[in-house]
């Protein structure tokens, strides 16, 4: 079978996409994939989603940090970026998804917008709320954990 002309092949969009979670949260692939086709479902529809089509490329996740590949057809990017917003959790852990920027190729999208890793996590007690405290620093952020939760603070919440 031949291969079709350049000109009738169907073109793809590649968008990375930031992904943040609690530092014990475990993301699977799978279950982010299975994320993004159930928002795309919800807010366009079986056929809506079927044409925007989001494919997972590449997916790394360490200590709740983590990036992705998402592929889409060319001229659904807008409805790929409201169905990647509409996802706030994975297999029930919250998560915050963003994402960084499109592109047309695989490998500009890894070159200009992946691989903007946050130095590795570290592990501390602190005073907070009135009380020695756990927290994760990841650059910037400070996870804080309570009970069985944890809670976002800055350098400037703790004491």
């Known amino acids: 079978m031949k291969h079709l002309p350049k000109h009738l092949r169907q073109r793809w969009r590649y968008l990375a996409v930031g992904i943040e979670a609690w530092p014990d949260t475990n993301i699977s692939r799978r279950a982010f994939q299975r994320?993004?086709?159930y928002a795309a479902g919800n807010l366009l529809g079986?056929?809506?989603?079927?044409?925007?089509?989001?494919?997972?490329?590449?997916?790394?996740?360490?200590?709740?940090r983590g990036e992705a590949i998402v592929r889409t057809r060319r001229g659904h990017v807008d409805a790929a970026r409201a169905?990647?917003?509409c996802v706030h959790a994975i297999d029930g852990d919250p998560v915050g998804i963003r994402v960084r920027g499109i592109s047309g190729t695989v490998?500009?999208?890894?070159?200009?917008?992946?691989?903007?890793?946050?130095?590795?996590?570290?592990?501390?007690?602190?005073?907070?709320?009135?009380?020695?405290?756990?927290?994760?620093?990841?650059?910037?952020?400070?996870?804080?954990?309570?009970?069985?939760?944890?809670?976002?603070?800055t350098a400037f919440d703790i004491e």
């Open 107 to 153: 490998r500009a999208c890894e070159e200009r917008y992946m691989g903007g890793a946050s130095p590795d996590p570290i592990q501390r007690d602190v005073a907070f709320a009135g009380a020695e405290r756990s927290v994760v620093v990841r650059g910037d952020a400070h996870d804080i954990a309570i009970d069985s939760d944890h809670v976002g603070a």
């Open 83 to 85: 169905a990647i917003a």
């Open 35 to 37: 994320a993004l086709w």
């Open 46 to 64: 079986d056929a809506g989603s079927a044409d925007v089509d989001l494919t997972l490329l590449g997916f790394t996740v360490e200590n709740g």
